[in-house]
């Protein structure tokens, strides 16, 4: 077992271009012995949202705080708190905050997309 209390895990920019307000706490990697899948809590400040893209394994989410929308080539779905959501491999998305608070979510992925 192993504890990583939040405040040892600071959010740090995301310095993707298209990438506009958004943090990420590294909450669960491979450096803390986990075999197979990363934890991230990432944060988007009102008027932010992460960048179009696209990759090869899926997301897991589920949001903490906030209102969201997930925005995908397949459409688009509105979360807030207690909503789980799934990306699918390959398939473009992006994130954006559309509410007036922090966006929070967890974000689980593989560990080959945490790098």
Known sequence: MKFMPKEERPPQPVNMEGAVKVSVSKMVAESDGS????????????GGNTPWHAHGWEHVIFCVEGSGALKSENGEAKFGPGDALLVEPDEEHNFVNVGDTPLKFICVVPLSGDK
């Not at 075999?35 to 009102?46: K, N, Q, S, Y």
């Open 35 to 46: 075999p197979t899948a990363a934890m991230r809590l990432f944060e988007i400040e009102p």
